[in-house]
């Protein structure tokens, strides 16, 4: 671009090109009988034609078949979809023979549920509204999709919904030990963080300080307020479930899951890989931001206080794993995701490191 300055053409050669796409959900309803407003939201949004329901056989009993009813009373037409995983091959058989029948989805679940529809709906380029019926985990609002393929989870590009819907009497009156994974899943943006930002500094990796403090605090405001998360409490569901939307907007901002996710959910996906029955994520996750903190040099302890508090597992044995699984999955922990640095290096773990920082913080 050029310009004139007394007469003498000048040329900026600084001049800011950098370009952003963003996605974010347009309209998040939270609170008690939110499930009741979805016609009204759908309306607000102007989607119309048919939708898919997609869930699974538990959640379609908990809201599955009374978003069909709901939709059904304003005339809108729609198909349920019940899904028993998370593979790509259900993802592929969602959307084969759906191509111009179905204008929206809408992902009815913890899960699972939610990450095949905004899946699918990414693959297809059609709408797609969150209707949370655990606050598990922070992928309810992001726009990233946990797809297993070949026995592996894999993080892939999904379309952020269109909306969230999330009804916390629904949510409330779930088992508590989901709403305590969504809790540790939140609190391990700490070390998810830290890992972000010592990539910047050792490997130059692109940060964004707005998605980072966003992310910072919400984890710090969950911690603090770790003695208001109670069983069956509607105003626990509602702060659990803000910061899970947080969080995920988190992640829209910097245009990736560096904001939520570091070397903890690493140790995740490395006992993902390992042990035939895994915890949930976001309790995996928890342990894994305790030994993490530790290895940053933080205050793990405060980390271990607080999921004490929500009722989160702290130890191996909370996890139902045995004290070697730990060190094996924290020495296989830097493969995975080699190309993501965090303060696990990307190299195999030293085994009496391993062993080391699990008994410094008693997770064995």
């Known amino acids: 671009m050029a310009t004139e300055y007394n007469g003498v053409e000048q040329v900026d050669m600084n001049q800011f090109k950098k370009l952003k796409s963003m996605q974010f959900p347009r309209t998040v309803v939270v609170g008690n009988n939110a499930l009741e407003k979805l016609p009204e939201t759908i309306k607000s949004l102007k989607l119309r034609g048919k939708s898919l329901i997609i869930c699974d056989g538990t959640t379609r009993e908990i809201a599955g078949d009374r978003v069909s009813e709901l939709l059904d009373e304003k005339g809108l037409e729609t198909n349920i979809y019940e899904i028993e995983d998370a593979s790509q091959r259900t993802v592929d058989d969602v959307t084969e023979g759906s191509e111009k029948e179905y204008d929206f989805f809408l992902g009815v679940g913890g899960g699972r549920s939610i990450d095949v529809a905004k899946c699918a709906s990414h693959l297809l380029d059609v709408s797609f509204i969150s209707i949370p019926t655990a606050a598990s985990h922070d992928g309810i609002a992001s ?62 990796v692109p940060y964004s300080h707005y998605a980072a403090n966003l992310s910072k605090m919400t984890a710090s405001s969950l911690i603090d307020n770790a003695d208001s998360i109670k069983p069956g409490l509607e105003e626990s569901a509602w702060l659990v479930v803000k910061a899970l939307v947080s969080s995920s907007v988190a992640m829209s901002i910097a245009g990736s899951s560096r904001p939520a996710s570091g070397s903890e959910h690493k140790f995740s996906h490395a006992l993902d890989e390992m042990v035939d029955k895994p915890a949930l994520h976001g309790e995996q996750c928890g342990v894994g931001t305790i030994i993490m903190m530790y290895l940053h040099g933080g205050d793990w302890k405060r980390i271990k206080n607080a999921l004490e508090k929500v009722g989160a597992p702290t130890t191996a044995r909370g996890l139902d794993l045995t004290e070697e699984e730990v060190i094996q999955a924290l020495m296989h922990a830097p493969e995975i995701r080699s190309e993501r640095y965090t303060i696990l290096g990307n190299r195999r773990m030293n085994r009496d490191a391993a062993e080391e920082a699990a008994k410094e913080t008693g997770v064995i």
């Open 143 to 204: 726009g990233r999709a946990s797809i297993d393929r070949e026995g592996n989870k894999k993080s892939v590009a999904a379309h952020s919904p269109l909306a969230v819907v999330a009804d916390t009497k629904i949510i409330a009156d779930g088992p508590y030990r989901l709403m305590a994974s969504g809790c540790a899943d939140i609190i391990s943006n700490e070390t998810a963080v830290l890992d972000w930002q010592l990539a910047k500094r050792l490997r130059n």
